[in-house]
């Protein structure tokens, strides 16, 4: 059976220079179809014979082999209908030089589209002379084993002048010889050479220098007794002539291989001569890779980046549908080992020098550096910011961190707490234009548009309120005046009273605020002036002519008169005379005195209760105008034995419910309160002598 063979076409072609006698025909390899163009005859004018007599003109010669017996047809087709083909079959085992007459013939004019001629199944002419009008003749019946002679000669004469190619197919039931339809003999198909089998080669080399002896292993495959040699035109293919090995190739250019067969056993066997012939054209598929240079920020100054190695894989080599793999080293991209598994990422120091692998879709490979380069770094400076404080809240100020001078170029700035905020663009402070904060570090992150950024801190500093250290609140009295005095060390005052000097005189009892501006910031000082509340007297205790003054309040040392000229420190005055007195005190400020009117009652020493109208009393009615006014008698033990009070008058006639009392010493209080604003207490003490008659 016929083997699947993997050529687009066998064929036989081009032009055939003189080379075709009946002693060198070509053998024909199976039922392959046949293309050629012959031109010239060969090295002898053979005899002819039969309808051909006129002889060669532009010929060739085929030898045929018959493995099966059947029928054999063909058929001729100019590729021009202006040529006019002729053709003769001789045998059957006959020898050149002896061919005697053709068992077919056909010389007839077959000129026009369509122009064919040979063998077919309805013919039944077996000769057709020149000028006859039957392009076919009878088919034959052949038998395995007998070889024939097929001559083909278009005749450029009288009506046909051009030289054109032919193509020939065979028909009928019979098979010719050829080694590569034997299955016994080529049990493999043989593959024509190139990726896709169509005997198209990219070649990936420039020059384009390629050794054809690397394909006839894939194109025999794997067959034994065949061979391959590669040709740059036909002739040589079919005549094995001038075989070419390792050459520079011409793209534009057609190459021809050829598969020869050699019998192992028999050297003459005519299918040795049966050649088997195909293209081969080249496609330069050489790549060129261009360099390139990829920066990343060098950001914190880490010494290390990310690299994207893909961002100039286009700009390296345009094409899309090629493969690119990138490698660390050239060895290791030679080797095809380690590739970088995250280009896009590429986590790298730099300088450094990476490597681009490109492959096409034709196998085709080259490559191109990548230079990694950091981005020049973003120069980040460190700040300061200072500001007043704010008055709810000395300790903080308001900061826009906006005007600190950070440098960095056109970057656009991002301010956070910490150092590890910044890094990680955490916790960004928002507003930066009015940030509150205390005495504190803050940092800015600057990033540029390449994406690279740069940090420095800001150290933020609060200028803290400044005071006057001599402005004080004061005591005064009310009738007085004062001044209030901020002292040297601030460039304006302004005080609440519209004063700008740093003091002001004549100030009377109030509330008073002054601003002392200081570095820049304005302080707010109140001081108050206050009234002095004087002393108030406690308690007045008067025992004969002796009166001791109790004070509260006040700012001691205290001052004491009964007159308001003199004064003295003690709190004690004797000698005081009996009925109303004034008694002036005052404390440090010295401030308009305090009077405290005061009686002194007539003292009583003894009491004779016999109705003699002298001393039978003890009588203090006088005093009922004091307030709370009240007069006990106790005896010598302390036992209160009678108490005068507004019931009784305020008197005592010496006895107790109406019970004279012993003769004896009895002690007195006399209490009240004076009638003024702090109602004093006086106490009034003595003592009186109780004779009553036994």
């Given amino acids: 059976m016929k083997k699947i063979v993997l050529f687009i076409i066998f064929l036989i072609s081009q032009t055939f220079f003189s080379q075709a006698d009946c002693s060198t025909a070509l053998s024909v390899c199976g039922n392959s179809n046949i293309t050629y163009s012959p031109t010239g005859i060969g090295a002898v004018n053979e005899s002819l014979g039969g309808c051909l007599s006129s002889g060669e003109h532009n010929s060739i010669w085929y030898k045929i082999t018959i493995a099966t017996s059947g029928t054999l047809t063909f058929n001729l087709v100019p590729n021009d209908p202006a040529a006019d083909y002729d053709w003769a079959v001789y045998g059957p085992n006959v020898a050149c030089g002896s061919l005697g007459s053709p068992i077919r013939c056909n010389a007839a004019t077959v000129i026009g589209v369509g122009a064919s001629t040979g063998l077919n199944m309805t ?3 077996i000769s057709a002379a020149g000028g006859s009008t039957t392009p076919y003749c009878q088919y034959m019946n052949v038998l395995a084993g007998q070889t024939y002679y097929l001559y083909i000669d278009n005749w450029v004469g009288a009506g046909s002048t051009t030289t054109a190619p032919f193509s020939l197919t065979w028909g009928g039931t019979a098979t010719m010889a050829s080694p590569f339809y034997d299955p016994a003999i080529s049990p493999n198909p043989f593959i ?37 040699t590669y040709h740059y035109n036909t002739n040589d ?25 050699t019998d192992p056993l028999n050297p003459a066997n005519p299918i040795n001569k049966c050649t088997q012939t195909g293209t081969i054209t080249f496609i330069q598929g050489a790549i060129t890779v261009n360099n390139a240079t990829v920066q990343a920020c060098n950001n914190n100054n880490a010494g290390t980046g990310v690299f994207d190695l893909t961002s100039v894989s286009t700009a390296m080599y345009a094409d899309p549908t090629a493969t690119r793999v990138y490698y660390r080293t050239i060895t290791d991209m030679n080797n095809g080992v380690n590739p970088i598994t995250n280009p896009a990422a590429f986590l790298s120091a730099a300088p450094a ?26 120069v980040m400076n460190d700040a300061s910011l200072t500001t007043c404080f704010i008055e709810a809240n000395p300790s903080t100020g308001l900061f826009n961190l906006n005007n600190a001078t950070v440098g960095g170029g056109a970057v656009t700035k991002t301010y956070y707490p910490s150092y590890t905020d910044a890094v990680n663009g955490t916790n960004a402070i928002s507003p930066a234009a009015a940030f509150i904060s205390p005495n504190t570090v803050v940092y800015v992150k600057g990033t540029n548009a390449n994406g690279c950024t740069g940090i420095s801190k800001i150290t933020l500093n609060v200028t803290p309120p400044k005071y006057s250290a001599i402005l004080k609140d004061k005591i005064i009295c009310a009738e007085d005046t004062t001044t209030l005095d901020a002292g040297p060390g601030f460039s304006t005052y302004l005080w609440s009273t519209g004063a700008t000097t740093s003091s002001i005189s004549n100030v009377s009892v109030g509330y008073y605020w002054v601003n002392l501006t200081a570095n820049g910031c304005v302080t707010r000082q109140t001081v108050t002036v206050s009234a002095s509340s004087g002393p108030v007297v406690s308690g007045i205790d008067i025992a ?25 420190d003690s709190n004690t005055f004797t000698n005081v005379p009996r009925g109303k007195n004034m008694i002036y005190v005052k404390d440090s400020y010295d401030c308009e005195p305090i009077a405290v009117e005061i009686t002194v009652p007539n003292l009583v020493n003894v009491l004779t209760p016999n109705n003699d109208g002298v001393n039978d ?14 007069f006990n008698v106790y ?6 034995v009678f108490q005068a009070d507004k019931s009784n008058g305020y008197k005592w006639d010496g006895k107790l419910i109406d019970r004279p009392l012993p003769t004896g010493t009895y002690w007195y209080s006399v209490t009240w309160n004076e009638p003024n604003a702090a109602k004093t207490p006086v106490k009034f003490s003595g003592w009186v002598l109780v004779k009553n008659r036994e």
Wanted: proline letters at 5%.
């Fill in 353 to 378: 020098t990476v490597y681009m692998k490109v492959t096409t879709t034709q196998n085709c490979t080259n490559y191109g550096t990548i230079t990694l380069q950091f981005y020049p770094v973003v």
């Fill in 123 to 125: 013919s039944t002419v």
């Fill in 617 to 630: 009393v003890v009588d203090y009615s006088a005093l009922a105008y004091k307030q709370n006014l009240v």
């Fill in 237 to 261: 293919a079919l005549t094995n002539s001038n075989p070419i090995t390792t050459v520079t190739v011409n793209t534009a250019n057609t190459y021809y291989y050829a598969i020869h067969y």
């Fill in 192 to 228: 024509a050479p190139g990726p896709d089998h169509n005997g198209v080669i990219t070649i990936c080399t420039n020059p384009a220098i390629f050794d054809f002896t690397t394909l006839s292993a894939g194109i025999i495959n794997g067959n034994t007794n065949f061979s391959v």
């Fill in 635 to 640: 005896d010598r033990y302390g036992s209160k």
């Fill in 544 to 568: 004969n002519n002796t009166i001791t003054v109790s004070l509260m309040g006040g700012t001691p040392p205290y001052k004491y008169s009964l007159d308001n000229l003199l004064w003295q």
